[in-house]
């Protein structure tokens, strides 16, 4: 394990359980008010425009699993979880900008490792905010009344998981280019905001449905796994990105002139 | 093997026209105390930063000990202790946990305890986080974690910034203390009278442009110097037209007078025996006086 990951962990604790507190309690507290208007939501659902339902995951919200998927994957999850892993990648912008990264720079670690280390930073803090999905779910699943399996809720968090990881390396590739913070989350926050457009709106108008194909948004598959199939090629499109994102994060900190 | 610590070539990086550092020929000796001077903004940090692997260099090359800084920092960051100007450490640290990170971080238990001494030594509480420590506590903080790992070069940018007199000497003294060990120190700073006490050699940096680099006793040489003369009968300026390197001469009310002259002496004496002179006075060397014609630009 890296220590400055280890460092990173250590003091970024305090965000990491407000997270993990906040996706645990919101999925439980969420899906344990399913049964108290589970008859309103079925005769809301075939009353939906088409646009909100496109908003929140083109899912069927009259049936628990959709419910589930509506209210746990389409929205809640990936958007805390990418939360945290911007404001993770956008640190080693920040670090650099109060110029507190100046003292591990000068040390014999190489700058590809210093950058390493905040990407397996992002995926831990990725991994985790799944896993309080992952827990919250199985906890608040049954209570909603739902059918689901360990494995399905696990196959339906793993993209989320990655889908963090991937909105955490665009913005540590941009820390890692521009070296400033605001530019790093700003580039976080409008990539969640972009991807979510191209998936949930694009395919309402005419000839822009291609848009959501190419939308991590649409890749991640806001938890099908629950109601459907795995979406393998979404997963595997998630990990290539993420990978290529946190390479180039990898190289570009190596090679650009630090402002310390 | 190379007897200078650190040898640069041409060596550049220019930000605009005349700001960064352009094509510096420094020569720091192994086991040097270096001084590193120049006004603010004259590209000394600019020319750290090329040296410690923080900025590419646009042209020319730099070796420090032996080892060129952008293609191998990881070899030459083991070696060399840096305290970059205004440099805080990470806030959520002590300095008990930074110094444990840095440990782990060059895979080398002594840095803690040797931290600690260094530490006792500057009368630094290393209890305390970085985010609630004054400038100058930080400071100390940032030169424990340079020399905790006894570097054979060490690299600082400003470090009296924010110290009391007292902590200035202590630095200066540890400093020395680090020479006589045979390591070599690179010592920036826009003033003088930091590196006057502990340097052995300086260099002058002025518009990005390194225009002097000399051993200090060679600058004392062309400083500036004065005497004072008595003389039994009344002499005047015209006297001393025929001594070559003085600069300026003034006479009293009370007939004493003042020469200001640059170089050996020998001519002076002569001239002033000459002269009949009943007294003499020498003040020590204007070092200062010297430096500022460098920062003025003032070359003669």
């Known amino acids: ?260 | 093997m190379d007897d200078a610590a650190i040898r640069t070539k041409d060596l550049t990086y220019e930000y605009a026209p005349g700001v960064g550092a352009v094509g510096l020929d420094l020569v720091v000796p192994v086991g040097a105390v270096y001084g590193f001077l120049g006004p603010n903004g004259a590209g000394k940090s600019t020319a750290i930063r090329m040296l410690t692997s923080l900025v590419r260099p646009q042209r020319g090359s730099a070796s420090v000990l032996g080892v060129d800084p952008w293609q191998d920092a990881p070899a030459l960051h083991e070696r060399i202790g840096v305290l970059a100007a205004d440099q805080p450490a990470p806030r959520h640290h002590t300095g008990h946990s930074l110094l444990a990170l840095l440990a782990r971080m060059r895979r080398r238990d002594d840095v803690v305890e040797r931290g600690r001494g260094f530490a006792e030594r500057l009368q630094l509480d290393l209890s305390k986080r970085a985010h609630e420590l004054s400038l100058g506590n930080r400071q100390k903080l940032g030169l424990v974690a340079a020399l905790s790992h006894r570097p054979e070069l060490v690299i600082l940018d400003e470090p009296t910034n924010g110290l009391d007199p007292l902590l200035q000497r202590e630095i200066g003294t540890l400093l020395r203390e680090l020479a006589a060990e045979g390591r070599t120190v690179l010592l920036s700073s826009h003033s003088l009278h930091d590196v006057e006490a502990v340097a052995d050699h300086i260099g002058f940096i002025r518009n990005a442009v390194l225009v002097e680099q000399l051993p200090l006793a060679s600058l004392a040489q062309r400083a500036v110097r004065r005497v004072r003369f008595r003389f039994a009968t009344e002499v005047g300026a015209g006297d001393f037209a025929i001594v070559d390197n003085v600069e300026s001469i003034s006479i009293a009310d009370d007939g004493e007078v003042s020469v200001r002259y640059r170089g050996a002496v020998a001519d002076l004496l002569r001239r002033a025996g000459e002269l009949d002179a009943q007294t003499i006075e020498a003040h020590p060397v204007e070092l200062e006086e010297t430096f500022l014609a460098l920062y003025r630009g003032d070359d003669s």
């Open chain 1, 1 to 260: 394990m890296f220590p400055l990951t280890l460092d990173l962990l250590r003091s970024r604790r305090a965000m990491l359980l407000g997270i993990c507190a906040a996706l645990l309690l919101t999925s439980i507290g969420y899906l344990a008010l399913y049964p108290s208007f589970d008859e309103q939501l079925q005769g809301l659902a075939e009353d939906l425009p088409d646009a909100y339902k496109a908003f929140i995951g083109d899912v069927d919200i009259a049936t628990p699993e959709g419910y589930i998927r509506s209210q746990v994957y389409s929205l809640l999850a990936p958007l805390l979880i990418a939360g945290a892993t911007i404001a993770a990648g956008s640190g080693l912008a920040r670090a650099e900008r109060d110029k507190s990264l100046a003292v591990l720079t000068m040390t014999p670690v190489s700058r590809s490792k210093i950058a390493a280390s905040w990407l397996l930073f992002i995926v831990i803090v990725a991994g985790v905010g799944g896993l309080m999905a992952f827990i919250g779910v199985l906890i608040g699943g049954p209570i909603a009344g739902a059918e689901v399996g360990v494995a399905r809720v696990l196959l339906a968090t793993a993209p989320l998981i990655v889908f963090g990881a991937l909105i955490g390396s665009a913005t540590l590739l941009t820390s890692a280019l521009s070296g400033a913070p605001s530019m790093a989350t700003g580039v976080g926050w409008m990539t969640i905001l972009l991807s979510f457009l191209a998936n949930s709106l694009a395919n309402l108008i005419d000839n822009l449905g291609w848009l959501s194909n190419i939308s991590p948004w649409s890749w991640h598959g806001a938890g099908e796994a629950i109601t459907t199939d795995f979406g393998l090629t979404g997963f595997l499109l998630l990990i290539i990105a993420t990978a290529g994102a946190g390479v180039g994060a990898v190289i570009a900190f190596s090679r650009r002139n630090l402002h310390l």
